[in-house]
């Protein structure tokens, strides 16, 4: 669908073409398997298999291009399976890649326990120093990865610039974009070659589906990872794509209103006597807000704090919440709340990526606001 329409209309438009055959306004549920075909090697539509293709992944990865202003998307079972795709064609044994000193554990945990034993090397960076990714570089650096806003501190990395840095490499810049989505940041309009999206999280938006994402704007890296993403297989099913294709057409409406709790979150816990440090990078104070303005349409639904009591004094907090829901996962519209060190982080315990103990990570979901600042209040004591 042509950039000239509005991101709202482009999410609720692109690739939910009509259906031909009864004019349903809402891509079919094409569940099967295979198609028939009208004589050998005459595909309908090109489809032949549902792993190489099928009609309601296509309406979705049309839709993800469209929003991330790409060429093309490609959606997969999980975030994971998206990264594990992404790796295996990019990379070779003995190939390099810097990672962010911040990243989703289950990232960290691809790198550290998989990849490496193909013989993938990996350098740990703070990406949001420029010269520290550039000083991570190597003859053999193949990929920069960036995480901005990142997993579970809220860091946030200068796109333009470190596209820059990796550019002169030789190296691909991928980010993943799941905390701030499309509709707050598109980064391959500011250099990156790939996006990586969980679609689970906001662009699914209802914590009913799991899923994952790339989109590129290199046609010929397009074509290597759609071979790769049918050889290997772990592609999305048509009814987890119908379903972050649903999500999606709320998108926008959505992260305005997670972005306006967020706000009064972060402030609330701001003023709170038993809160040390508030991760926000829509707070003034955060080292990161003024490269997060240029380059985010606004900051976003996640807010991360620490605890001053250190962390048993966190775990009660995330115990003694009722309305925001102990859980891992994030970006659906009922609030979470989780101990990252426990939980979603856990596997990053004694390497670089270990995150603080005292640490609570807050999804803030599109309820009432002030109920959601009662529940913290009481949860903190």
């Known amino acids: 669908m042509s950039d000239q329409y509005s991101f709202e209309t482009r ?18 549920i094409y569940q099967v398997s295979t198609y028939k075909q009208d004589g050998v090697g005459g595909l309908r539509g090109g489809y032949e298999y549902s792993r190489s293709a099928n009609p309601t992944r296509t309406a979705l990865e049309e839709n993800l291009a469209a929003l991330e202003g790409g060429r093309r998307g490609l959606a997969f079972a999980s975030g994971l399976a998206a990264e594990d795709c992404l790796l295996r064609t990019l990379l070779t044994p003995g190939d390099h890649v810097v990672i962010p000193n911040d990243a989703y554990g289950g990232t960290f945990r691809l ?39 990142s997993n579970p501190l809220l860091g946030i990395t200068d796109i333009a610039a470190v596209a820059q840095v990796a550019r002169q490499a030789g190296a691909r810049l991928v980010v993943d974009n799941t905390f701030a989505s499309p509709y707050l940041q598109q980064p391959l309009a500011l250099g990156a070659d790939v996006v990586v999206h969980s679609t689970t999280k906001y662009m699914g938006g209802h914590s009913d589906v799991v899923g994952g994402a790339l989109v590129v704007g290199d046609p010929e890296l397009a074509e290597e990872l759609a071979y790769h993403q049918n050889a290997m297989g772990a592609v999305a099913g048509p009814f987890d794509a119908w379903l972050v294709l649903r999500g999606i057409k709320t998108l926008a409406v959505r992260m305005d209103r997670h972005t306006e709790n967020a706000t009064k979150v972060a402030d609330l816990l701001t003023r709170h006597p038993k809160v040390s440090q508030v991760l926000y990078p829509g707070l003034p104070e955060h080292p990161g807000h003024e490269v997060a303005a240029k380059q985010m349409k606004a900051f976003g639904g996640m807010v991360s704090f620490r605890v001053a009591g250190g962390e048993e004094a966190a775990v009660e907090v995330c115990n003694r919440a009722k309305l925001f ?26 390497s670089p990526l270990e995150v603080p103990a005292d640490l609570v990570r807050l999804s803030v979901g599109i309820e009432n606001g002030d109920d959601l600042l009662a529940d913290l209040t009481q949860a903190l004591g």
Request: glycine share 10%; no cysteine; net charge negative.
């Open 11 to 28: 999410a609720i438009h692109a690739g939910n073409t009509a259906d031909p055959l009864t004019g349903a306004v809402v891509p079919p």
């Open 325 to 350: 829901t102990l859980g891992e996962s994030l970006g659906g519209v009922e609030s979470l709340l989780e101990h990252p060190g426990r939980m979603t982080h856990a596997s990053a315990a004694g």
């Open 111 to 149: 790198f550290a326990k998989v990849a490496s034993r193909w013989g993938v090397e990996f350098s740990v960076a703070d990406t949001s120093d420029v010269a520290a990714v550039r000083a991570a570089l190597t003859p053999r650096t193949k990929a920069v990865w960036v995480e901005t806003p």
